[in-house]
């Protein structure tokens, strides 16, 4: 089946540093991504929804210039997360559509981010 | 390897009980988690279990049997805005969660 993968899995960082995940899809084309953060046993909270090319649609709360998502090509999509503070900790998610269905989405593995 | 098996697709009637199954094969287990979907939206968390047995939340339970790696979703008294897609999720020992494909509820009246 569809595998989407996350990188790193774990990151610890220093307070005021920036830190790059990166979501890719394996075997299938991936036009939209979405990236999701998650406290524990929490839902998922949708942060932004990227498509191949274009600016990322980033929902209501959300800074857009705290969390910059770049989604370059089909198979990947970057969320760096800028001068991260302690408050940013928690499990970041990323999930990818496949371009020739609209209805599937595949789940990433999760990033725990923990800033100190 | 990690693994993760759910039905695809499931039908049942209004007012009725679906019991949608996983079983899951992971490196080591930190919980499994259930979550439901509605087209368009983020997952919405359902349960969490890590110890065997049932838990019960008012329509809804879960359960889990780790010596089995299996669990299940009990809903019952279905009503119509149940339709959607339930998400089973295994977390294994590096806490990462390994995500099976969903199964899409349909709800007939």
């Known amino acids: 089946g569809a595998v989407v993968s996350q990188h790193p899995s774990w990151v610890i960082c220093k307070s005021g540093t920036s830190v790059k995940i990166e979501c890719r899809s394996l075997?299938?084309?991936?036009?939209?991504m979405f990236w999701y953060r998650q406290f524990p046993k929490q839902s998922l909270m949708l942060m932004a929804t990227?498509?191949?090319?274009?600016?990322?649609?980033?929902e209501q709360g959300v800074e857009k210039d705290k969390f910059l998502i770049n989604h370059a090509s089909l198979t990947l999509s970057t969320l760096t997360v800028t001068s991260a503070h302690p408050e940013d900790s928690s499990f970041y998610i990323c999930?990818?559509?496949?371009?020739?269905?609209?209805?599937?989405?595949?789940f990433g593995p999760g990033t725990r981010l923990l800033v100190l | 390897g990690q693994n993760i098996d759910q039905p695809t697709e499931m039908t049942a009637t209004e007012g009725a009980i679906v019991q949608i199954n996983c079983t899951y094969q992971?490196?080591?287990?930190?919980?499994l988690f259930w979550y439901q979907q509605h087209a368009g939206e983020a997952p919405t968390f359902l349960s969490y279990?890590?110890l065997d047995g049932l838990e019960e939340k008012g329509r809804f339970s879960s359960f889990l049997s780790r010596s089995k790696g299996y669990s299940y979703l009990l809903l019952k008294e279905l009503q119509m805005k149940d339709s959607a897609s339930y998400l089973c999720?295994?977390?294994?020992?590096?806490?990462?969660?390994?995500w099976g494909a969903g199964t899409k509820l349909i709800i007939k009246p």
């Open positions: 992971t490196s080591g287990f930190n919980g």
């Open positions: 990227s498509n191949e090319g274009s600016k990322a649609t980033y």
């Open positions: 075997d299938f084309q991936a036009t939209t």
């Open positions: 999930s990818a559509r496949d371009g020739s269905s609209q209805e599937t989405q595949y």
């Open positions: 279990n890590v």
């Open positions: 999720a295994s977390m294994d020992s590096n806490y990462q969660l390994i």
